[in-house]
């Protein structure tokens, strides 16, 4: 399972950051990105793709 940030549906609105920040980082161009963490919490990311309000958070 891997996560991604679909960054034209991201509007910067922090949430997934403030949920899960060693998955979830907003960057200079005012999006979430997604760190290089690879043994994260799949449980925690979920929950952060719940809670996005765009539905910017792509699990796959
Ligand atoms: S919760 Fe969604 S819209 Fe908000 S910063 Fe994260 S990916 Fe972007």
Redesign the pocket.
Known sequence: MAVR??ED?????????G?YPDL?R?EDDG??HVTGLTDYDSTLAHE?AE???????IEE
Request: charged share 15%.
């Open positions: 940030i679909d549906a991201c509007i910067g609105c922090g949430v997934c950051e949920l979830f907003m999006k979430a952060a809670q996005c309000p765009t539905e910017a958070i």
